[in-house]
C-alpha cells in the first residue's frame, strides 16, 4: 500500500508553519497560562474582544472599509474592556497583570495571522475556520 506524504505545499511551508506556531502553538499556550493567574470569565471576556481585533488589524493591514458605526463600536468595545480590566484588577494579586497580558497577546496573534490569511486568499489552501 502506498503511503502518500503529509507535507504542506511548497510555496507555503512557511505561511502553514507560522499559522501552526501563531494560531495553535503559542497562542493556546498564552491561554493556559493566563488562566494559571486570573479567573477563566476575565479570559473568556477578554477573548471576546477576538471580532475587535480582527477589524482593528484589517483596517490597518487590509486597509478594510469600515463604517462609522463599526468603528464607534469597535472603541466601545475597546472602551469597556479596558475599564473591565481595570475594575477586575484593581484589588487583584500582582500577578493577574502577567495573565490579562498573556491572553491579549494571543488574541493579537489570533487576529494577525487571521487576516494575513484572508490577505492570502485562495493562494494557500490553508483554512483556519
Known amino acids: 500500500m502506498h503511503q502518500a506524504k503529509v507535507l504542506f505545499p511548497t510555496g507555503h511551508r512557511l505561511f502553514r508553519f507560522c499559522g501552526f506556531l501563531f494560531w495553535f502553538c503559542l497562542p493556546l499556550t498564552l491561554v493556559i497560562y493566563g488562566g494559571q493567574f486570573i479567573n477563566l470569565s476575565t479570559v473568556a471576556i477578554i477573548f471576546a474582544a477576538m471580532p475587535v481585533a480582527i477589524l482593528l488589524v484589517s483596517i490597518v493591514v ?52 487571521y487576516v494575513q490569511r484572508k490577505k492570502r486568499g485562495s493562494e494557500s489552501q490553508l483554512n483556519l475556520n
Open 62 to 113: 487590509l486597509n478594510a472599509p469600515t463604517s462609522l458605526l463599526q468603528l464607534a463600536g469597535a472603541s466601545l468595545a475597546l472602551m469597556s474592556l479596558l475599564f473591565f480590566l481595570q475594575e477586575t484588577f484593581r484589588d487583584a494579586t500582582s500577578d493577574s497583570w502577567k495573565g490579562a497580558l498573556a491572553v491579549v497577546v494571543a488574541v493579537i496573534m489570533f487576529a494577525c495571522l
